[in-house]
């Protein structure tokens, strides 16, 4: 049986002292119970420094007992599980956790870089912009690392994450957010209505601060028991959702919540396969009740970031929930009732209160009667002007202060192993501003509160500055009965902490020496804000960026009110109008994993198959992504690797058959009677005149002028036609021509539908393609009968078959339209009769190496964004006859400069190089720095030529043919002779093919 | 001249088994599937309806006609279903093994025609035959909802018998039809081509709490 730690109360707290746990810390074994968080579990053993900070790297205790941790940041967990930054006040205790702290080296207790805290004189706000300028080269390669060693957070474990996360899209009327007294009176009013309510709590526990306070009843009986009773309740409602662990942490637009649900505690592992780590539910509901309580502040004196100052509402925390003492001797230091509430509430819990040094001249009331009896000393009047230890707090100087909170002389210095503070209470408003509810400066209650609640959202409770218990719960109840258009229900008697904090506003106490902390994460200090004030910074969002106050992972839930107040007070204007920073989700810090769900790895994205895809697989392709489907890149055979394959597959096209999967081409039907005139106004070229059975190669242009994707026109009839699009660009098509139907031509009769997937095809070329297709087919495919750029409507081994004659060869060509479920099929048909001429199946990488060859662009890859048809030689296709869409935009002087970039053919002058694509083009030796002159966009070597060719987009390039450029590759300028972009068969004599 | 061999989108999809305890989810290919888009103002589209015998139904709502659904998918458009007609209340998820000519859509051009031919003249509307690009995968189960709001974002318990809407499903473009059939009352339509990458994301998904797919 191990020792009770030293500083757990015999009694009390909301822990289960039968559940002893283990658990090792930076690799001390030590131990506490269930119900603890790591935090607790710590304190328990007097353990108060846990860290460094930020930038000084100064001593670092336990701050709080929430999501407002500024200081406690840990690493836990194991290999891939090694979660890092996590605030070890949020961290539920398990058997066999291990945390260890962060930003110290070699060890917390002697930490090297604690040398900066001694150097801060010369490392003040903006030190990094003012000291790291130049040269400017080095900040990526020397500064910038440098800094982040010094200045860090925890590490990510580099290893894989073994667990699953998951998504959820929910839906319901009422969502609760904060599972306090105001929340649960808020989901028990609404869930009585029998409509959907979700309510979420971040804690593991129900009951928000009625956990942290002792004394208090609510209709008649103890909070405990009526907590007790609300879980009750609340969990036989069918229609009400309980969710703790979870945050909501973003509110969006339209009724959309972000919440994380932590479906496993650090250190236990999944029970069922597959099951997930953490939950990312997006929720729907249209109302909301905010009841997300409020954060203690503390205050700005110096030395106030030692081990051993906690927030006094933490204290209190910690002795009522955990029953765990903050130390043997505390003071407590306050500037609003609050302060005596806490301190109540220790003396109560068995701690020694040594004093309570309170801002405010004359202090009253019972609470300070009562203080009084228990031997409290009250110092009015007075202030901390400065801490005093080292790795922990040994002594206060206790001083009073001015009316504008300038320590005085005099003054005494007390010895403490605690200090509890309390600065006021800022309502956690971040739901509601992420929404852009306006918040206003409540000098009653002193703390921001929304000052109109957007629409759907209650805010109740200490979100509304209403602190004391009986306005919360009814509150709650209220807002929770009214978001389901009932009456509230009435509570009886509440007794529980009062309202009115009678807050002083001064929260800093100016002293002479010693840092004040206004941001504890980011070790940014009052002076800071001066200097920043000083040098010219006065908007609140500048004085943030430059001194990074409140930006932080807490987003500065402890020190932006402080920042406020202090800049108020220097440069003397109300806090409305000093105005506050935004808020921006996520809330606290959110597992990026948890975003991804179970979108990862073979799930990132769907993957599109053909029905060919199979047949490809057992022939042995090697696949690649285009979009989202899965392409047949190349075949190799047994021992070729790609350049072989490719080099054999393409010249079985040239000198024989061969045929690739173009199933993935987009297709669209256009039908109605303005289909010609439809698609007369989105390509370039003449469409009405084209009579049915015939093909078109088209090129549709965006507004600018430049190419949006290309494609094949074939008519069907004389309302009906099939266009092809590019793989990738099918969905993009389809919505930009629905763009102009929809928006700009309502008065054209037509529909367009997507009909990819309706027709599997082949693309079989090479000069005996006629041969190998003649016997499969009841078409005539005679030269004659069936001319280039026609198709046909027939069949393929009995499956019915729309044919083009199109080539993306230059080769005879013939595309083969049918039903799916023949594909395959016919493939192996194909194949059985093309056997004699040793028919190949090609990939797209050959189809890219032949079409090439012939000049044919790949729109996509051989131009960019500023590319026009005339820059790629195309002007031909682009009517001067009639108007389509990006006619206009071509036509500006700008597109039609003779030093435009254009479409060129290059051919190296070693003969077995293959150009890299994407390398620059540039004049001469290419010594940096050179005028980039264009870039390489397509390269290849070719089986026909038997060299290395390529096409590029060259500054003046259609004026250049027959000179000499110069590509950079790896460093070194290769020649190249500039030629028409057009290697093989000018003539397209090729396109006839061999008779059958 | 040869005549080619039929093959079915689902060919390679492991069928009939359990993973993961009991079946809280199930999924079932019901090929093969006639699907027709009918587009057309409304009035085109009531014209369309009574060619299959029903009433034009609301936007996502949807109407059956004997073995014809009409799934109102949006003002202008609509998608016509019919399921592979069920000899045992069991779909049969296999392919026929007999060549058509054009796979099922020789049933789904005849019915794309037959709603043609229903259209006054002068009419703006249009069918077009998809039952070769789209498949039909019915879903059901104890844990449907729970499995498909991980990827789906619809509102499943308001959508009563009869909804039919398009939407999104693990990124794939699909609609969701709410059919009367108490066993698997989910219908899901999408491109053949998603069709396995979906049923291999359904299966891992649904793993907790137990998935079969035939």
């Not at chain 1, 989105?682 to 549709?700: D, E, H, I, Q, S």
């Not at chain 1, 194949?831 to 004699?836: D, L, Q, R, V, W």
């Not at chain 2, 619809?154 to 609609?175: E, K, M, R, Y």
């Amino acid at each position: 049986m191990k020792a009770v730690a030293k500083y757990r109360l015999p009694s009390g707290g909301h822990i289960d002292r039968s559940q002893l746990l283990q658990f090792s810390w930076g690799g001390r074994t030590l131990h506490g119970f269930h119900g603890d968080t790591l935090a607790s579990a710590l304190l328990a053993h007097g353990i108060h420094f846990v860290g460094r900070s930020f930038k000084y790297h100064r001593p670092r205790g336990i701050y709080t007992a929430g999501v407002e941790e500024p200081n406690a940041l840990v690493t836990v967990g194991r290999n891939g599980r090694m979660t890092p930054n996590l605030r070890a006040t949020e961290v539920l205790l398990t058997e066999g956790l291990n945390a260890v702290p962060q930003n110290a080296w070699p060890s917390l207790d002697f930490d090297l870089l604690s040398v900066n805290n001694f150097l801060s004189p010369f490392l003040p706000a903006g030190f990094y912009y003012k000291t790291f300028m130049s040269p400017a080269a080095w900040w990526h390669k020397r500064y910038e690392p440098m800094i982040r060693r010094s200045a860090g957070l925890g590490c990510a474990s580099g290893q894989a994450d073994p667990d699953s996360y998951e998504r959820r899209y929910a839906y319901a009327e009422v969502l609760v957010v904060g599972g306090g007294a105001a929340g649960l009176a808020a989901a028990h009013a609404a869930g009585q209505s029998g409509k959907r309510v979700v309510l979420v709590e971040q804690d593991w526990l129900l009951g928000g601060s009625l956990l942290a306070r002792t004394g208090e009843t609510i209709d008649g009986e103890p909070a405990r028991a009526w907590l007790a009773k609300m879980q009750r309740e609340l969990a036989a409602m069918d229609n009400v959702q309980v969710l703790p662990n979870t945050t909501c942490f973003a509110a969006y637009e339209h009724g959309m919540w972000g919440l994380l649900e932590r479906l496993r505690h650090h250190g236990t592992e999944q029970d069922k396969p597959n099951a997930p780590r953490q939950r990312m539910w997006w929720l729907r509901a249209p109302r909301s009740v905010i009841a997300t309580g409020a954060i203690e502040r503390p205050m700005v004196f110096a030395n106030n970031d030692l081990p051993g100052v906690t927030l006094a509402s933490s204290a209190a925390t910690y002795a009522n929930r955990f029953a765990v003492k903050p130390g043997d001797r505390t003071i407590v230091f306050t500037n609003n009732n609050s302060g005596y509430v806490s301190a109540l509430s220790l003396i109560e819990a068995g701690v020694e209160v040594k004093a309570i040094v309170d801002t405010r001249p004359a202090p009253s009331g019972a609470m300070a009667q009562r203080l009084l009896e228990c031997g409290v000393t009250i110092f009015p009047g007075h202030g901390i002007s400065r801490a005093r230890g080292w790795h922990d707090l040994h002594h206060l100087r206790i001083a009073p202060i001015d009316e504008e909170g300038v320590a005085q002389r005099g003054g005494v210095l007390m010895s403490c192993d605690s200090l509890a503070v309390s600065g006021g209470w800022s309502p956690v408003i971040h739901l509601p501003s992420h929404q852009g509810a306006k918040v206003q400066w409540n000098e009653e209650q002193a703390c921001f509160i929304v000052a109109e609640a957007p629409a759907g959202m209650a805010i109740v409770g200490g979100a509304a500055a209403s602190f004391a218990l009986a306005q919360a719960v009814q509150e709650g109840a209220t807002a929770g009965a009214s978001a389901v258009g009932a009456t509230a229900p009435a509570y009886g008697a509440i007794h529980g902490a009062e309202g009115a904090l009678d807050c002083d506003s001064i929260a800093w106490i100016k002293g002479k020496r010693g840092k004040a902390f206004v941001d504890l994460q980011n070790d940014s200090t009052a002076k800071d804000l001066a200097l920043a004030i000083r040098e010219g910074y006065e908007s609140i969002e500048h004085v943030k960026r430059y001194t990074t106050t409140g930006m932080a992972t807490d987003q500065g839930k402890l020190a932006n009110v402080n920042a406020i107040r202090i800049v108020s007070k220097i440069r003397g204007l109300p806090m409305n109008e000093v105005g506050v920073t935004t808020f921006r989700a996520p809330y606290t810090p959110t597992t990026l994993a948890a975003f991804a769900g179970r979108e990862l790895d073979d799930f990132l994205q769907p993957e599109r198959i053909t029905p060919l895809h199979d047949w490809s697989v057992t022939l042995g392709a090697a696949f690649e992504p285009v979009g989202q489907w899965m392409r047949a890149w190349y075949y190799p055979k047994a021992g070729e690797d790609m350049h072989r394959a490719v080099q054999r597959e393409s010249a079985a096209v040239r000198e024989s058959v061969g045929f690739m999967d173009a199933s993935t081409l987009g297709k669209i039907e256009v039908r109605g009677k303005d289909a010609a005139e439809f698609l007369n106004r989105v390509y370039t070229n003449g469409m009405l005149k084209m009579p049915a059975g015939a093909c078109r190669y088209g090129l549709m242009l965006n507004e600018e002028g430049t190419l949006f994707d290309d494609g094949v026109i074939s008519r069907l009839a004389d309302d009906r036609f099939f266009i092809s699009t590019t793989t990738g660009g099918a969905p993009r098509v389809l919505a930009w021509l629905e763009l102009w139907l929809q928006t700009e031509w309502t008065d054209l009769e037509v529909w367009l539908t997507s009909i990819t997937e309706q027709w599997a095809a082949l693309a079989l070329n090479g000069p005996k393609a006629r041969k190998v297709l003649q016997p499969l087919t009841d078409i005539d495919l005679g030269h004659e009968a069936f001319p280039y750029m026609r198709f046909r409507e027939g069949q393929v081994c009995g499956a019915k078959a729309r044919i083009l004659r199109v080539s993306f060869t230059g080769e005879l060509g013939y595309e083969i339209h049918m039903a799916p479920e023949a594909a395959v099929s016919v493939a192996e048909d194909l194949m059985e009769t093309g056997a004699e001429y040793k028919i190949t199946p090609y990939g797209t990488e050959s189809m890219h190496l032949l079409r090439a060859e012939k000049g044919f662009i790949i729109a996509g890859q051989d131009n960019e964004g500023t590319t026009t048809p005339d820059d790629l030689g195309l002007s031909g296709l682009c009517s001067t006859k009639k108007d389509y869409v990006g006619r206009r935009g071509a036509e500006r002087a700008g597109m039609r400069r003779e030093d435009r970039k254009q479409l060129v053919g290059l051919l190296p002058e070693n003969e077995t190089l293959v150009l890299p694509e994407g390398v620059p083009l540039g004049a001469g030796e290419l010594t940096p720095p050179f005028p980039i002159l264009g870039h390489v966009t397509s390269s290849y070597m070719s089986p026909t030529l038997k060299r290395g060719f390529a096409m590029g987009l060259l500054r003046r390039g259609h004026k250049r043919h027959g000179e000499t450029i110069s590509a950079l590759v790896k460093g070194a300028a290769v020649p190249c002779k500039i030629v028409p972009p057009m290697f093989l068969d000018p003539d397209g004599e090729r396109l006839r093919g061999e008779d059958a | 001249m040869k005549t080619y061999q039929a093959a079915t989108p689902f060919a390679d999809t492991a069928h009939s088994h359990l993973v993961g305890g009991q079946a809280g989810f199930r999924a079932q290919t019901l090929w093969p599937a006639v699907v027709v888009s009918v587009r057309g103002s409304e009035a085109v589209l009531e014209q369309f309806a009574e060619a299959v015998g029903v009433s034009l139904p609301p936007v996502t709502e949807s109407a059956q006609g004997g073995n014809t659904g009409f799934l109102r998918i949006g003002p202008d458009s609509a998608l016509l279903v019919q399921a592979p007609i069920q000899d045992t209340g069991q779909a049969t998820g296999q392919d026929t093994g007999q060549a058509t000519g054009q796979g099922i859509g020789a049933t789904g051009e005849a019915l794309e025609a037959q709603c043609e031919a229903a259209l006054s003249a002068g009419a703006h509307g249009q069918a077009t035959d998809l039952s070769n690009e789209r498949v039909l995968v019915a879903l059901g189960g104890a844990e449907f909802t729970t499995v498909m709001a991980q990827f789906c974002p619809l509102d499943f318990d308001s959508l009563p018998v009869g909804t039919a809407t398009g939407t999104v499903v693990a990124q794939i473009p699909a609609v969701l039809h709410h059919s009367e059939d108490s066993d698997l009352p989910w219908r899901c339509i999408m491109r053949r081509s998603y069709a396995r990458w979906f049923l291999n994301l359904v299966r891992e998904t649904a793993r907790p709490y137990g998935v079969v797919i035939d």
